[in-house]
């Protein structure tokens, strides 16, 4: 259950904890601390000292003054979470994190992908848990170190219409670090066409060791434009109005991000587990719920299987 509040008098921002030291907990962290927001940033292991913060890769870092803590060493309940783990990772944090949560507190899913969010409010609806989707982009380039590689945009909201919408008071709270950060009402489109993109994008560029733009040449770009094709078709049997977009914006996104490298292909390449049971694998398992095969889709998960990528 959770820990009850402590205290009597309201505090005007109680602040954020992060859950998560990597790239994307510690940018917020960072440009939260950076701005004077109170901030605490949970890790695995303790570590005091500073985390630097560079705005570029060729800038000089910032020296902040912040230290990661276990959950189990905070003093007082949780009253704001970000959570800022990868998807696999997120409902066994959130189990982790449930003692040390306020009654009232709200939980932040800074998750890619889609899957993990509906498992969590499903396990726990006594949550109050908002959805955030963001491209921002960040890399740690060595421990206690981040960079700010991508300046973009966030977004948050409910995936669920609720009576007790907090959003603006949250998107408010976490604007001050600097960060852009809207409120929108349709967060779960905006996740949904993530998925989308990110399904059609990331596994490829895992397979053929590429960058994303590489995906718009040759045998490739057959590969791109049939992933895109197959989860247009199941978005359209799902009733989504967006769903003759995916493939324009697919292409768009590889046009637009030739240069990077996507997270999945990172993570193969570092041997780490990727996301994509909660991308490719979660569109599966909305295609077989109604009886719809998506052969592209299966295919490029069994040939990455093949090659330890899961
Ligand atoms: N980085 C980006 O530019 C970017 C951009 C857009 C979206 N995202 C999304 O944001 C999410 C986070 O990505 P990321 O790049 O920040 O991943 P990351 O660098 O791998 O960081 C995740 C961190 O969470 C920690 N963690 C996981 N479970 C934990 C637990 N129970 N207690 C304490 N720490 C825990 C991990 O620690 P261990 O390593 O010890 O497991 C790791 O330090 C992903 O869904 C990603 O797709 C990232």
């Given at each position: 259950m959770p820990m009850p509040s402590t205290g009597t008098a309201p505090c005007p921002d109680p602040g954020w904890t992060v859950l998560g030291a990597g790239a994307m907990g510690s940018l917020w962290a960072a440009r939260l601390a950076q701005q004077g927001v109170g901030v605490h940033l949970l890790a695995r292991q303790e570590r005091q000292g500073s985390l630097r913060l560079r705005e570029s890769a060729d800038s000089a870092a910032i020296e902040l003054p912040l230290a990661q803590h276990r959950?189990?060493?905070?003093a007082h309940p949780i009253e704001r979470l970000l959570l800022c783990c990868k998807a696999p990772d997120a409902l066994p944090a959130i189990e982790q994190a449930l003692p040390h949560l306020s009654n009232n507190a709200r939980v932040v899913l800074c998750q890619n992908g889609l899957g993990s969010q509906q498992q969590i409010i499903k396990r726990f609806p006594q949550l109050d848990i908002y959805c955030l989707s963001t491209t921002e982009g960040a890399y740690l380039p060595a421990p206690h170190e981040v960079v700010h590689a991508g300046h973009g945009q966030s977004w948050l909201g409910k995936l669920h219409a609720s009576d007790s919408d907090h959003s603006p008071e949250l998107v408010s709270s976490l604007g001050q670090s600097g960060l852009r950060i809207q409120h929108d009402p349709q967060i779960g489109d905006r996740l949904w066409m993530k998925l989308a993109i990110n399904a059609s994008i990331n596994g490829l560029t895992a397979l053929y060791q590429c960058?994303?733009?590489?995906?718009?040449?040759?045998?490739k770009r057959g590969r791109l434009e049939a992933l895109s094709d197959e989860t247009r078709s199941l978005y359209r049997q799902l009733g989504m109005?967006?769903?003759?977009q995916i493939p324009r914006q697919v292409r768009q996104v590889c046009r637009d991000t030739a240069a990077n490298y996507s997270s999945t292909y990172q993570d193969s390449q570092c041997g780490r587990a990727t996301e994509l049971p909660f991308i490719n694998g979660f569109i599966l398992q909305q295609a077989q719920a109604i009886g719809l095969t998506m052969p592209e889709h299966k295919r490029l998960l069994e040939e990455l299987e093949r090659r330890g990528i899961h």
């Amino acid at each position: 259950m959770p820990m009850p509040s402590t205290g009597t008098a309201p505090c005007p921002d109680p602040g954020w904890t992060v859950l998560g030291a990597g790239a994307m907990g510690s940018l917020w962290a960072a440009r939260l601390a950076q701005q004077g927001v109170g901030v605490h940033l949970l890790a695995r292991q303790e570590r005091q000292g500073s985390l630097r913060l560079r705005e570029s890769a060729d800038s000089a870092a910032i020296e902040l003054p912040l230290a990661q803590h276990r959950l189990e060493s905070l003093a007082h309940p949780i009253e704001r979470l970000l959570l800022c783990c990868k998807a696999p990772d997120a409902l066994p944090a959130i189990e982790q994190a449930l003692p040390h949560l306020s009654n009232n507190a709200r939980v932040v899913l800074c998750q890619n992908g889609l899957g993990s969010q509906q498992q969590i409010i499903k396990r726990f609806p006594q949550l109050d848990i908002y959805c955030l989707s963001t491209t921002e982009g960040a890399y740690l380039p060595a421990p206690h170190e981040v960079v700010h590689a991508g300046h973009g945009q966030s977004w948050l909201g409910k995936l669920h219409a609720s009576d007790s919408d907090h959003s603006p008071e949250l998107v408010s709270s976490l604007g001050q670090s600097g960060l852009r950060i809207q409120h929108d009402p349709q967060i779960g489109d905006r996740l949904w066409m993530k998925l989308a993109i990110n399904a059609s994008i990331n596994g490829l560029t895992a397979l053929y060791q590429c960058r994303n733009g590489d995906l718009l040449e040759g045998e490739k770009r057959g590969r791109l434009e049939a992933l895109s094709d197959e989860t247009r078709s199941l978005y359209r049997q799902l009733g989504m109005g967006f769903a003759e977009q995916i493939p324009r914006q697919v292409r768009q996104v590889c046009r637009d991000t030739a240069a990077n490298y996507s997270s999945t292909y990172q993570d193969s390449q570092c041997g780490r587990a990727t996301e994509l049971p909660f991308i490719n694998g979660f569109i599966l398992q909305q295609a077989q719920a109604i009886g719809l095969t998506m052969p592209e889709h299966k295919r490029l998960l069994e040939e990455l299987e093949r090659r330890g990528i899961h």
